[in-house]
């Protein structure tokens, strides 16, 4: 290993670009650790969400979503970096250790780290252009450099996403602890976390795949024609909780690849919180090859769309431990 490391201002900056990283419900449920020559990631239990993510599953593919912005931030500064996952067997809360060794930036690291700029979760429909299949592989196979695969779903599977979709959303509509869950996180105006009401479309009735409701929706979705959207599905081998940092990862990947091509995104988990519906999903759309970690619906917004506001983060200092 090198001994030129980067210095603390470089690490905060990069800490700052991986906080805008998606999060299950904008919980964040991150905390970093800068050491002298490492920095260490981990999984902030206090912001578990129990009745959302029974399993944790989101909290962890979060915080892998997290460690990829921040592995794109560190290239863009010049710094590659080396991850030791689940260093301490007797902490499955410490997710991962970051080592450094310089690098010269690539014209790729430039535009994957503005795309953390741009990047939000956009729930309205998308429009009725084509997304050209390259666009589709390019997302796929820069993903699968994280050790998690991302499955294009073909209109004629669909159907086997809308079931469970629809079922969930039928249960947590009756699901009290969930639902005292998802007024305390979202329906958000002016917090640092949580899902802001005006990021928010009300869903749409006749939806072929159903977005996840949130409280208290308050984005309009005025787009009437068909939409042309595409569905993806980031799935592992195995499902251990290593499993599940390299899909948050991919998903990172995925999406900052699909915003980067000039594609709006957003993520549907909903169904994967409830083991049989996952279970499902895994059966009638991976044949039981894979698990499935995160559905990824990307589309093109059509030119009249107003722009979204970006959701709030926590400032970085209150996630950093020193
Ligand atoms: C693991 C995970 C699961 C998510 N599940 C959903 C979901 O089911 N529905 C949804 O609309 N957004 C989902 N999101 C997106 C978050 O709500 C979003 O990232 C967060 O509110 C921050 O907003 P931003 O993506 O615009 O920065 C998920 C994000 C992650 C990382």
Request: aromatic share 6%; glycine share 4%; proline share 9%.
């Amino acid at each position: 290993m090198s001994s030129a490391q980067p210095d603390a201002e470089t690490l905060h900056a990069a800490i700052a670009m991986a906080i805008r990283a998606p999060s299950v419900h904008n919980s964040q449920p991150w905390r970093w650790r800068i050491n002298r020559r490492t920095v260490d990631l981990y999984a902030d239990p206090g912001r578990h969400l129990v009745a959302t993510d029974p399993q944790q599953r989101g909290l962890v593919l979060s915080c892998g979503a997290a460690l990829h912005h921040f592995r794109v931030a560190l290239a863009m500064l010049g710094w590659s970096a080396t991850v030791t996952y689940l260093p301490d067997s007797a902490d499955a809360d410490h997710l991962a250790t970051v080592e450094f060794a310089p690098h010269e930036p690539a014209p790729a690291d430039f535009e994957l780290s503005a795309a953390i700029l741009h990047r939000q979760s956009d729930r309205r429909r998308y429009s009725s252009w084509q997304i050209p299949a390259g666009y589709l592989r390019t997302i796929a196979s820069r993903a699968t450099h994280y050790g998690a695969a991302v499955r294009h779903v073909p209109e004629g599977l669909r159907a086997s996403l809308a079931r469970p979709a629809r079922e969930a959303a039928a249960r947590h509509a009756v699901d009290h602890e969930y639902q005292l869950e998802l007024a305390e996180w979202s329906g958000r105006r002016g917090t640092p976390d949580g899902v802001p009401a005006v990021n928010s479309p009300r869903p749409q009735p006749g939806e072929q795949i159903p977005v996840r409701a949130f409280a208290e929706p308050d984005l309009p979705d005025r787009t009437m024609h068909p939409d042309a959207a595409e569905w993806l599905v980031v799935c592992t081998a195995a499902d251990d909780r290593t499993s599940r940092v390299h899909a948050g990862e991919a998903i990172s990947a995925a999406l900052l690849t699909a915003t980067d091509l000039g594609l709006s995104s957003c993520l549907q988990t909903e169904p994967l919180g409830l083991p049989e519906l996952r279970a499902d999903i895994r059966t009638h759309v991976l044949y039981d090859c894979a698990y499935p970690q995160a559905m990824v619906r990307v589309g093109w917004v059509p030119t009249c769309a107003a722009p979204l506001p970006q959701t709030p983060r926590r400032p970085v200092a209150e996630v950093i431990d020193q």
